[in-house]
Nanobody
Framework: VQLVESGGGLVQAGGSLRLSCATS????????MGWFRQAPGKQRELVAR????????NYAESVKGRFTISRDNAKNTMYLQMNSLKPEDTAVYYC????????WGQGTLVTVSS
């Protein structure tokens, strides 16, 4: 499964961004999916995950109430709506299958200025 993240950019604190994860594989709809991020000098962390059908989601405490994960299985695409962004949200964001990861994409950089 090829993963292509997009939608990152530079935004002021308090702003919003919507990330997209486009996949090429035909198995997208049977996989749980997650959004991860890696800040400079830090380990990659899971920030949100969604079940294959989209009926259940989970979030890291640091983003709960601000980020919303969703997916459109007809379009083989997953999204991350990020609101009330903070400087500490600055990172490269990646998508991947969960719980077992596949090949990582190039990610999309989110920079939140204070």
């Amino acid at each position: 499964v090829q993963l292509v993240e997009s939608g990152g950019g530079l935004v002021q604190a308090g702003g919003s961004l919507r990330l997209s994860c486009a996949t090429s594989g035909s198995t997208f709809r049977i996989n749980g999916m997650g959004w991860f991020r890696q800040a400079p000098g830090k380990q990659r962390e899971l920030v949100a995950r969604i079940t294959s059908g989209g009926g259940s989601t989970n979030y890291a405490e640091s983003v709960k109430g601000r980020f919303t994960i969703s997916r459109d299985n007809a379009k083989n695409t997953m999204y991350l709506q990020m609101n009330s962004l903070k400087p500490e949200d600055t990172a490269v964001y990646y998508c991947n299958t969960v719980p077992k990861w596949g090949v990582w994409g190039q990610g999309t950089l989110v920079t939140v200025s204070s």
